[in-house]
């Protein structure tokens, strides 16, 4: 635990420092991993699929707003659907339109959830994003989360599908777009996913935002129970035939990530809780105050070593000492009285 959260605040004080390249950069690789996934899956039209045609949208949408990934997005799977059949392209570009004003109207802030939820489908863990945006979003996200799923299914349609979309049968093409849009819009499995991650981010927020001690941790189990069996009753009646074993399995693994996430950004001492009640001249206040689980980063200290001079082993002999001028004085007087008494004696 004091290992996580000394990561978690060094993680913070370097994303302080480098946010201003760290940001363009984490933008960049987002959309270049959705272009090249939308290409190797639906690549259909070969000058769109070209890779120098992903980064330089990669390198655009680094210093766009995030949200300009989901349109750029938009725009090259139209490309492909246009390459693949003109009745997939109207019905595809109908959903997009439809979906992009949503949310754009609705939850313009979280545009990026539209690459985010087909990544994760991708990735086989597509719960955890409901539970993350419960507890650090807002219900408003739950719109953009049920149209990335939408989307990914559109992908994955046009996946499987690709021999009978782009053949040339006889049929015209009304019945076509009647068959299209009993298979694209009306996929059960497709309304399933977006009505159960969109049920499971309201139930997760509405729980984490209750005044009880450890509000987030029960948020994600309700979270993940409330999906799971919101799963499987829909499956039963919709007559929709989902493997519940990789679902159980995928909600443990996303309510681990969740926990991963709550202890990024919402860690809590619930030992240490305060009641305080206060009033004024209109109002009594009760208030609960829980201290935040912190721990402070030691800083490291760097300490330069100079080499010691070597002292040399030759011990110098001492220099004599210089007698006083007074002393030289009262020598010279002594000598000039002895010197003619002694030349008297002789």
């Known amino acids: 635990m004091t290992t996580l959260l000394e990561l978690r605040e060094k993680i913070k004080i370097f994303m302080g420092k480098y946010d201003v390249y760290i940001i363009p950069l984490l933008k960049f690789l987002l959309a270049l991993i959705a272009f090249l996934l939308i290409n190797g899956n639906v690549g259909f039209m070969e000058r769109a699929k070209n890779p120098s045609i992903s980064l330089i949208l990669a390198l655009m949408c680094s210093f766009l707003p995030v949200n300009l990934i989901a349109v750029f997005g938009g725009i090259l799977i139209l490309a492909h659907a246009y390459a693949l059949s003109l009745e997939f392209f109207g019905i595809a570009f109908v959903i997009i339109l439809l979906m992009v004003l949503l949310f754009f109207r609705t939850a313009?802030?979280?545009?990026?959830?539209l690459i985010v939820m087909p990544l994760a489908f991708m990735l086989k863990v597509p719960y955890v994003v409901p539970l993350a945006m419960g507890l650090v979003g807002a219900p408003a996200a739950a719109i953009p989360v049920a149209c990335g799923t939408v989307v990914y299914y559109l992908l994955h349609y046009m996946k499987l599908n690709t021999t009978m979309l782009s053949g040339t049968e006889s049929e015209s093409m009304q019945q076509k777009i009647t068959y299209l849009i009993d298979n694209v819009v009306r996929n059960r499995e497709m309304m399933l996913m977006a009505v159960a991650f969109a049920l499971t981010l309201l139930i997760v927020y509405v729980v984490r935002r209750m005044s009880i001690d450890y509000a987030w941790t029960i948020a994600i189990g309700t979270g993940a129970v409330a999906d799971f069996v919101v799963l499987l009753l829909g499956s039963m009646v919709m007559g929709v035939s989902l493997k519940l074993v990789p679902v159980l399995v995928g909600s443990i693994v996303s309510a681990?990530?969740?926990?991963?996430?709550?202890?990024?950004?919402?860690?809590?001492?619930?030992?240490?809780?305060?009641?305080?009640?206060?009033?004024?001249?209109?109002?009594y206040y009760y208030v609960k105050a829980v201290p935040k689980l912190t721990i402070a980063v030691p800083e490291k200290r760097v300490k330069k070593i100079s080499p010691q001079k070597k002292q040399s082993t030759v011990k110098k002999k001492p220099a004599p000492a210089k007698r006083p001028a007074e002393h030289n004085r009262t020598e010279t007087r002594e000598r000039l009285h002895t010197e003619p008494r002694e030349r008297m004696r002789r």
């Open 256 to 283: 681990g990530l969740a926990i991963l996430l709550q202890l990024a950004v919402f860690s809590m001492d619930y030992s240490r809780t305060e009641y305080v009640q206060f009033e004024d001249d209109e109002y």
């Open 108 to 113: 313009p802030q979280y545009g990026y959830l």
